[in-house]
């Protein structure tokens, strides 16, 4: 396993975080055990989870990836040391988190302590803001018409962040944690936070994630380019575009148990002609080459220039070791020259 630095921090993850998300939906404690076990014993020492998993989010879901995680963590107390553990705090629009409303300073202390005591531990090494209080061009916003801008309050917003940012530095002196990060932002957002932190010496963003695949790279080169300089790490999710990539739902295939058979918060926004086209084409090249569907998809982020670690989450133990063996994997010239022949052909296929 390789590893990098975790942004500007002297924390270094591996190249590859175990996304924990279906555990509590689609997978049980005794699955989320064997992955556990499995990852760490690839060198996985980073993972990833959110107050507001499992998915698809529902109350009934609300916070039990978290306890999982604590139920491991609670029964290997000695290993919590190896783990680079990051979770989230939900942003707006969800009623049953804090009666949907924005996060606020007030909303992080509650969070961040209510984190705590799922996950059954002390710290936190990386928490996260899962979506900003704004509107951002994600989920399927990326298309001109989808976000406006000129209807937003700068201020106001940056107004926010600084209480973030202030409820965050009372968390780090505290020790409850020890990073932060960001999610489905911009680069007016990462920016905008990294001057807020300057100024006022507050703690100073290292990492965003924000989704990033061969179905969807908007975030390159300007919001990549902009993490490098300025030494925030990225960290694509969804590299799998939610496993469309892996070439299970071509042709309207929904095999059962998978995530597409289960109604989406957002619906199934990557599902479209162009989406389908391409993933056929990305199939031929990989079956071309040796590789799975899904490991020429996970081996061709994990190769982008600018990319710190990757999140990949499985349901089933045979998947997540597939996919762990992509990046061990490496795509010569004419692998990349076919993946680029497909890939501009549909750039933004949804």
Not at 175 to 182: D, T
Request: glycine letters at 6%; one cysteine or more.
């Amino acid at each position: 396993m390789k590893y990098n630095k975790l942004g500007w921090t002297d924390i270094d993850v591996s190249r590859v975080c175990l996304g924990t998300m279906t555990w509590g939906k689609q997978n049980t404690q005794q699955d989320a055990d064997h992955q556990i076990e499995y990852a760490l014993d690839q060198g996985i020492n980073f993972w990833d989870t959110a107050e507001m998993y499992a998915v698809p989010p529902t109350p009934e879901t609300y916070g039990k990836t978290e306890s999982i995680i604590g139920n491991w963590l609670s029964r290997n107390e000695s290993r919590r040391d190896e783990i680079v553990l990051a979770t989230k705090i939900a942003g707006n629009g969800l009623s049953w988190v804090r009666n949907g409303g924005d996060v606020t300073a007030e909303a992080i202390i509650q969070s961040v302590n209510d984190s705590l005591a799922r996950l059954k531990t002390d710290y936190i090494d990386l928490y996260q803001i899962h979506w900003p209080n704004r509107t951002s061009p994600h989920f399927a916003k990326h298309w001109p018409g989808g976000t406006t801008f000129t209807d937003i309050d700068a201020v106001q917003q940056s107004q926010q962040m600084l209480e973030i940012l202030q409820a965050l530095g009372e968390c780090v002196k505290s020790g409850k944690i020890r990073h932060f990060g960001l999610s489905n932002e911009t680069p007016w957002g990462i920016n905008e936070y990294l001057r807020l932190s300057e100024k006022h010496s507050l703690p100073r963003v290292a990492s965003i994630q924000n989704e990033f695949s061969l179905l969807h790279a908007k975030d390159w080169p300007y919001l990549i380019e902009n993490c490098t300089y300025q030494e925030v790490a990225y960290l694509p999710w969804s590299p799998l575009a939610a496993g469309a990539l892996s070439g299970k739902y071509i042709d309207g295939a929904r095999p059962e148990g998978s995530r597409w058979s289960f109604a989406q918060r957002n619906g199934l926004f990557r599902d479209t002609k162009m989406t389908n086209n391409a993933i056929k084409e990305y199939q031929a090249v990989a079956m071309r080459h040796g590789f799975t569907p899904s490991q020429l998809a996970l081996a061709w982020v994990d190769q982008v220039d600018g990319v710190t670690s990757t999140i990949i989450g499985a349901t089933k133990l045979s998947q997540l070791q597939e996919d762990i063996a992509a990046f061990d994997m490496v795509l010569n010239d004419d692998v990349l020259k076919e993946v680029s022949e497909v890939f501009r052909r549909y750039p933004v296929p949804f």
